[in-house]
Nanobody, 121 residues
Framework: QVQLEESGGGLVQAGRSLRLSCTASGTIANINAMGWYRQAPEKQRELVASITNGGGSTNYADSVKGRFTISRDITKNTVYLQMNSLKPEDTAVYYC??????????????WGQGTQVTVSS
């Protein structure tokens, strides 16, 4: 079994920064990709940023390009999301997402528990 543990959310003023972390533990043969999603009240969950574990290729939502940076530490099975110049519209619950391959070569998707990010104007 695999568990994801998120940390780093909170309440900040617009223009400030936050850094989210998410670490996977358990039976992991390989991690194919990691990402961050967010869900605001009454809105659908949306992709914020993703990164492949092998080559480190990244992808960002247009709304966060130039402000957010996704990175990973392969040795720690951890993904980060550095969020700068935060705006009130970034307020949401942020979820990390891992695509993990088991020892039987089966890929599964896992989600973190979610962490609240609130940006005040």
């Amino acid at each position: 079994q695999v568990q994801l543990e998120e940390s780093g959310g909170g309440l900040v003023q617009a223009g400030r920064s936050l850094r989210l972390s998410c670490t996977a533990s358990g039976t992991i043969a390989n991690i194919n990709a990691m990402g961050w999603y967010r869900q605001a009240p009454e809105k659908q969950r949306e992709l914020v940023a993703s990164i492949t574990n092998g080559g480190g290729s990244t992808n960002y939502a247009d709304s966060v390009k130039g402000r957010f940076t996704i990175s990973r530490d392969i040795t720690k099975n951890t993904v980060y999301l550095q969020m700068n110049s935060l705006k009130p519209e970034d307020t949401a619950v942020y979820y990390c997402n891992f695509r993990i391959v088991s020892r039987t070569y089966r890929e599964s998707t896992y989600w973190g528990q979610g962490t609240q990010v609130t940006v005040s104007s």
